[in-house]
């Protein structure tokens, strides 16, 4: 049984603020948002919380509208603010009622213009759970207008079990977002009647250099272009920045309402205009791509198809049925390396498509014990190949539902036959595909980095939150940095006490005017896991610094004096 790795984004403790509520039988007028008397929009529910503050939406079908903003409507926009911001101990939560089945409706919005269901511009530390937007379409005639269901330009914001269907797009956060996490959240029968389908997707992710979006257990179906499209990352606007994709379905994607576009499962991005940065930026594990009139996951190669300029890690996917199972360029004229190490292509024409001719393909495509290297394969290889209850009712915590639809049969040649990436495994050796045969009962645990504060010429502020322990107790967490990318605790670290949880830890010798990477960090039995690179730059000039004072990590507790010249030393 061997590591995982994967960065797992802002999940946060219900905060410690006023809960409110929102009702179809409310009234923003009268309503103070009180249970007994709450308010009726979901616009009034969402403006009048503020950090630490929880806000429950009751079950029900809501039509109640923002209206025109600029030159697009919106059921609920945001713009941020200091008031509208969260932070990582008390976020902004906006959540259903338990129970039950909030639904923001668009039916009844039928102007000229942009159509948004929920619009979050600026915001950070927000926490959206379980609700459901729906039916915000296209009510226009040309292309310069859009619709879409949850979007905007949101930073450390969590999305939990939210559903977009029937929309003119899904789910979209682009641009500046950063540290945007989709957690278990489904988008589905989106469709662009404008565009012969070719802008409707489930989920899209176009972000600036250094940035970061992660997906964990989400599904994409029966969109009319792509189900995951991370096109457009392009460099013409900076954009590039780290994606991780996770435990995600997306399938019958490409043909919706007679409209067809691309029919990608998982489109990972603009390959050859992408920003080159540190370390992978593309990571896609353990998803499954059917059934798509696309291809299943696709490098999106330019023109000439010379190849990425990022890296990309495909391991441990299958891709069944699609019009094209897997599709990269060959021709490595950038410099990315694509590694695809395995993975499952089955029911397939060609097992994986590569353009162009084989120029530096060794160093540009490495391909390592994959379905179409090591394995003959039949549907015998499958406890079964029906996918009857992909799109059915998620697991009472909202996991994907537990099917038997291309798992691994006992005795199949695909048990064992893979290669250590880091991905936690029974057996042997790992099994090829999404689906390892038997059970993992535990695994490294997962940990995010907060962002760096109270930053001076030699010492900062930072810490992390352990989300999951992994199954083993945390023996030892806390931070790690250096001046270069992706740090570990060989370097510079900081022990910041035991357990799950968040925690704070203290970085100090640092020196003035030098860029620093931090990484999170936890261990438990089965090894240990590093949360995602914050950057910062240590002060140039010395602060102005008061008396000496103390201060405390409260959960490993250790003393610190806060010397005049603001250098932290451990207080006997």
């Given at each position: 049984?061997?590591?995982?790795?994967?960065?797992?984004?802002?999940?946060?403790?219900?905060?410690?603020?006023?809960?409110?509520?929102?009702?179809?039988?409310?009234?923003?007028?009268?309503?103070?948002?009180?249970?007994?008397?709450?308010?009726?929009?979901?616009?009034?529910?969402?403006?009048?919380?503020?950090?630490?503050?929880?806000?429950?939406?009751?079950?029900?079908?809501?039509?109640?509208?923002?209206?025109?903003?600029?030159?697009?409507?919106?059921?609920?926009?945001?713009?941020?603010?200091?008031?509208?911001?969260?932070?990582?101990?008390?976020?902004?939560?906006?959540?259903?009622?338990?129970?039950e089945e909030p639904i923001l409706d668009g039916t009844l919005m039928t102007q000229h213009g942009g159509h948004f269901g929920i619009n979050l511009e600026g915001c950070d530390y927000w926490y959206l759970k379980g609700l459901i937007v729906a039916n915000f379409t296209e009510f226009?005639?040309?292309?310069?207008?859009?619709?879409?269901?949850?979007?905007?330009?949101?930073?450390?914001?969590?999305?939990?079990?939210?559903?977009?269907?029937?929309?003119?797009?899904?789910?979209?956060?682009?641009?500046?977002?950063?540290?945007?996490?989709?957690?278990?959240?489904?988008?589905?029968?989106?469709?662009?009647?404008?565009?012969?389908?070719?802008?409707?997707?489930?989920?899209?992710?176009?972000?600036?250099?250094?940035?970061?979006?992660?997906?964990?257990?989400?599904?994409?179906?029966?969109?009319?272009?792509?189900?995951?499209?991370?096109?457009?990352?392009?460099?013409?606007?900076?954009?590039?920045?780290?994606?991780?994709?996770?435990?995600?379905?997306?399938?019958?994607?490409?043909?919706?309402?007679?409209?067809?576009?691309?029919?990608?499962?998982?489109?990972?991005?603009?390959?050859?205009?992408?920003?080159?940065?540190?370390?992978?930026?593309?990571?896609?594990?353990?998803?499954?791509?059917?059934?798509?009139?696309?291809?299943?996951?696709?490098?999106?190669?330019?023109?000439?198809?010379?190849?990425?300029?990022?890296?990309?890690?495909?391991?441990?996917?299958?891709?069944?049925?699609?019009?094209?199972?897997?599709?990269?360029?060959?021709?490595?004229?950038?410099?990315?390396?694509?590694?695809?190490?395995?993975?499952?292509?089955?029911?397939?024409?060609?097992?994986?498509?590569?353009?162009?001719?084989?120029?530096?393909?060794?160093?540009?495509?490495?391909?390592?014990?994959?379905?179409?290297?090591?394995?003959?394969?039949?549907?015998?290889?499958?406890?079964?190949?029906?996918?009857?209850?992909?799109?059915?009712?998620?697991?009472?915590?909202?996991?994907?539902?537990?099917?038997?639809?291309?798992?691994?049969?006992?005795?199949?040649?695909?048990?064992?036959?893979?290669?250590?990436?880091?991905?936690?495994?029974?057996?042997?050796?790992?099994?090829?595909?999404?689906?390892?045969?038997?059970?993992?009962?535990?695994?490294?645990?997962?940990?995010?980095?907060?962002?760096?504060?109270?930053?001076?010429?030699?010492?900062?502020?930072?810490?992390?939150?352990?989300?999951?322990?992994?199954?083993?107790?945390?023996?030892?967490?806390?931070?790690?940095?250096?001046?270069?990318?992706?740090?570990?605790?060989?370097?510079?670290?900081?022990?910041?006490?035991?357990?799950?949880?968040?925690?704070?830890?203290?970085?100090?010798?640092?020196?003035?005017?030098?860029?620093?990477?931090?990484?999170?960090?936890?261990?438990?039995?089965?090894?240990?896991?590093?949360?995602?690179?914050?950057?910062?730059?240590?002060?140039?000039?010395?602060?102005?610094?008061?008396?000496?004072?103390?201060?405390?990590?409260?959960?490993?507790?250790?003393?610190?004096?806060?010397?005049?010249?603001?250098?932290?030393?451990?207080?006997?």
């Amino acid at each position: 049984m061997k590591k995982l790795l994967f960065i797992l984004f802002f999940i946060p403790l219900i905060a410690s603020g006023t809960d409110y509520y929102v009702s179809t039988t409310g009234d923003d007028v009268t309503g103070d948002g009180s249970i007994g008397t709450p308010w009726k929009s979901w616009q009034m529910g969402f403006n009048s919380i503020m950090k630490g503050d929880v806000l429950y939406i009751r079950g029900g079908t809501y039509t109640d509208y923002l209206g025109i903003y600029g030159s697009s409507y919106y059921g609920v926009r945001i713009s941020g603010s200091s008031i509208h911001d969260g932070t990582a101990s008390e976020p902004i939560t906006v959540m259903n009622y338990p129970g039950e089945e909030p639904i923001l409706d668009g039916t009844l919005m039928t102007q000229h213009g942009g159509h948004f269901g929920i619009n979050l511009e600026g915001c950070d530390y927000w926490y959206l759970k379980g609700l459901i937007v729906a039916n915000f379409t296209e009510f226009f005639s040309d292309h310069y207008h859009y619709a879409g269901g949850i979007s905007g330009e949101a930073t450390h914001t969590t999305l939990d079990q939210c559903v977009v269907h029937d929309c003119g797009n899904g789910f979209t956060f682009n641009a500046s977002s950063d540290y945007v996490y989709y957690l278990n959240c489904d988008s589905y029968q989106n469709y662009d009647h404008i565009d012969g389908g070719g802008y409707a997707n489930g989920f899209n992710g176009n972000i600036y250099i250094g940035n970061h979006l992660s997906f964990e257990g989400c599904r994409a179906w029966t969109n009319s272009d792509d189900g995951f499209d991370m096109y457009e990352s392009a460099g013409t606007y900076n954009r590039g920045g780290y994606i991780t994709i996770n435990n995600c379905w997306s399938w019958d994607n490409g043909q919706m309402g007679g409209e067809i576009g691309d029919g990608a499962g998982f489109k990972l991005g603009d390959a050859w205009e992408l920003m080159k940065e540190s370390g992978v930026q593309r990571i896609i594990t353990n998803c499954l791509s059917f059934n798509n009139h696309g291809v299943g996951i696709d490098e999106s190669m330019d023109a000439a198809n010379d190849g990425t300029i990022v890296d990309i890690n495909v391991y441990n996917n299958t891709c069944y049925n699609n019009g094209r199972n897997f599709n990269f360029g060959l021709r490595a004229i950038h410099s990315g390396i694509v590694n695809l190490t395995n993975n499952i292509s089955y029911h397939y024409n060609n097992p994986l498509y590569l353009y162009a001719d084989n120029i530096r393909a060794e160093a540009h495509l490495i391909q390592t014990t994959n379905s179409w290297q090591v394995a003959i394969m039949s549907n015998a290889d499958f406890l079964t190949v029906n996918s009857a209850g992909v799109d059915g009712a998620r697991q009472a915590n909202g996991d994907l539902p537990d099917l038997d639809f291309l798992k691994p049969a006992n005795g199949s040649d695909i048990i064992d036959a893979g290669t250590d990436v880091g991905i936690s495994f029974s057996g042997d050796a790992p099994d090829l595909g999404a689906y390892e045969f038997g059970s993992i009962t535990s695994y490294i645990p997962t940990v995010t980095t907060t962002v760096i504060t109270d930053i001076t010429t030699t010492t900062a502020t930072g810490g992390g939150n352990v989300t999951n322990d992994g199954g083993e107790f945390v023996s030892e967490r806390g931070i790690c940095w250096s001046t270069s990318p992706n740090p570990t605790t060989s370097n510079h670290h900081e022990s910041a006490g035991t357990g799950e949880g968040i925690f704070i830890a203290y970085l100090t010798g640092l020196e003035s005017g030098l860029t620093y990477y931090v990484r999170a960090y936890a261990v438990n039995a089965k090894g240990i896991s590093y949360g995602s690179n914050v950057i910062f730059t240590a002060s140039a000039t010395p602060p102005v610094m008061g008396p000496t004072h103390f201060v405390t990590n409260g959960a490993g507790g250790i003393h610190y004096k806060v010397k005049s010249n603001g250098k932290f030393v451990k207080s006997k």
